[in-house]
DNA sequence: CGATGTGTTGATGTGCGTCAATAGAAGTGG
DNA sequence: CCACTTCTATTGACGCACATCAACACATCG
């Protein structure tokens, strides 16, 4: 455990604010996993004993159907933590884990964070701030499941990833085509053909992983009144 | 506001194990609200200065499309709380709220709920258990909307109303099916072609708004391995 | 008893998934 | 460095689950 990797956690926005002291307590028995490729972290229903920092890399949160298919919760970069909320959820993760190739992960036992919770009041309330938002994210989640189109969804997560107001953008997609489709409950198929049709009409152009954004507010209103893939 | 809706309050999973005194200063300014009918009680980006116990009726929460379209996130049913999150969302409701028919709420200012927060630390925790539960079921509902049919929702939903283990059980359905169906990401016709494929199988009869489970097992099949409503 | 609202059932349309073929991109090994 | 495999992404043809549109049955209520 580096002091460097110390530094990061405690940029994190949940333990923004600890003091140095609490902050070396929470990570006490923390260690630093190197993980190569594609690795499972946890399993749904797996007993958790600790909640992740990702330090390099990116993991993506899952689940699987009956049949086995997959749908992407979430996509974690660098800077975040997941599986905090864990604690409070009977001690089971409720999603799978796994790395979206090569990662550097600090992995936290949930024994210090909760002896961490209950000396720090105010941690407390940056923890229900922080699940809070995950909620509202979720919910958001949940409308664009049933009330918008794959364009549309497309169309929003092309605009969430750019900063507002600026008329044009570049995206850099960091993890697989197949995985941003999952995240928004698309097909691999689908996702590609709503890309084929934007750069058509102009709006955005396509090289490798990057997307350029050219017209944002076209895109908004693509969004809005069309968000279909037909023509 | 009287005592026994004082005592009603109480019994709430976020407010059980409060000392009587500090029940009562959390409900210092809280008002009884009588509803007639369907109303409103807030709009998605409304200033939130409340939150609501549900002492009688029934509320929905939802979201609108741009279109105009509804999708109900949830439906809360007697001795339940809700908006109780927003507190920790920047202070504005991210759901439309409205009753389902005449309904007895108890209207709680955020501000005495924020105050009895910091004097109970025990209540923190148990209002992070309180919002990471929400944030587990949304998590199964964006899995269902995702990964399972119309059919496997609905199955699901019966399924999750009865009581477990038990072959057989009766389900009455306070609200309007219309509602249940948007809830479960499904329009109205199709959930009632839905239940009509159940009912034809044997696996439930239905009489108004209540459905008897025939056979239980038989329905976990049918989730597992057809859940379509094709023949 | 007409009026209005809720649920059911049938006919038709369509958005997107599925299947399949191909093209690139990236890694592997001699 | 170039053949070879392997994997991701794209594009086309087709099918299906579900929405949509519409007609009707059946309540409840003034």
Redesign the interface.
């Known amino acids: 455990m580096q002091e460097q990797d110390l530094a990061a956690v405690g940029k994190a926005p949940l333990f923004a604010g600890l003091s140095w002291e609490e902050l070396q307590q929470l990570l006490a028995h923390a260690r630093v996993r190197h993980v190569k490729g594609h690795e499972t972290l946890f399993a749904e229903g797996d007993k958790a004993q600790a909640f992740y920092f990702v330090a390099s890399g990116a993991v993506r949160l899952y ?1 699987l ?3 086995g ?1 997959e ?1 992407v ?1 979430e996509i974690l970069l660098p800077g975040s933590t997941f599986a905090e ?2 604690v ?2 009977g001690g089971h993760y ?2 799978y884990a796994a790395t979206l190739g090569d990662s550097r992960l600090i992995e936290i036992p949930t024994q210090d964070f909760v002896r961490t919770l209950k000396a720090n ?1 105010e941690m ?2 940056k ?3 922080s ?6 994210h ?2 958001n ?3 664009a ?4 189109t794959a364009g549309q969804r497309v169309a929003g997560y092309l605009l969430e990833q750019s900063p507002e107001g600026v008329p044009s953008a570049d995206i850099h997609m960091v993890v697989h085509k197949n995985v941003i489709a999952s995240r928004l ?1 698309v097909k691999a198929e689908t996702f590609s053909r709503v890309l084929a049709a934007l750069r058509e009409l102009g709006l955005i152009t396509v090289a490798g992983n990057d997307i350029h954004i050219a017209d944002r507010a076209g895109l908004e209103k693509w969004r ?1 009144d069309v968000g279909s893939t037909r023509p």
């Not at 699940?131 to 509202?136: A, D, K, T």
């Not at 499941?145 to 918008?148: F, V």
């Open positions: 689940r159907s009956a049949k298919d749908k919760i909320a864990v409070f959820l409720p999603v009041g407390a309330m923890m229900l701030a699940i809070s938002m995950r909620l509202h979720l919910i989640d949940v409308q499941l049933t009330l918008e409950g809005e």
